[in-house]
């Protein structure tokens, strides 16, 4: 784990990338938008730093794959609970959007979260195939 560390202080392509985020202000024709997005990125990529630092990649899998089961039963009960703001209407109407605001962005969480249930197929003690 320190070797993925250390690849990441070392890498100098990730941090050039980086510092042209944080540089990317003084040509945008927003640049508090600019400032505040690159600071969104700044939190994300240390949080994927400590994550891939801190898990191995079988543990980041049962990470994602709680969190998306987690979610999928929370956007089940907040569907069962609020249908009006669980589903979209208008153009796209009855489509489910869960709890996010748009049908796409939900499908996208979800498709991640199955790809990391997938490929964590660990044998559990329910499961009738071991």
Known sequence: MATLTAYRIKNIF????????????LWSDFPDITQRRSLAILETTIFALYFASRFNLKEQLKILAFTGSLFAIISLLF????????????????????????????????????????????????????
Request: charged share 10%; hydrophobic share 55%.
């Open 14 to 25: 990730f941090w050039s990338l980086l510092a042209v985020v944080f540089t990317s202000f």
């Open 79 to 130: 569907s069962l609970a609020i249908p009006a703001q669980a589903i979209e209407s208008g153009i796209h109407a009855g489509a489910w959007r869960g709890p996010l605001i748009q049908k796409n962005l939900f499908a996208r969480v979800l498709v991640l979260f199955c790809i990391a249930s997938y490929l964590d197929r660990s044998p559990s003690k329910l499961s009738p195939i071991r």
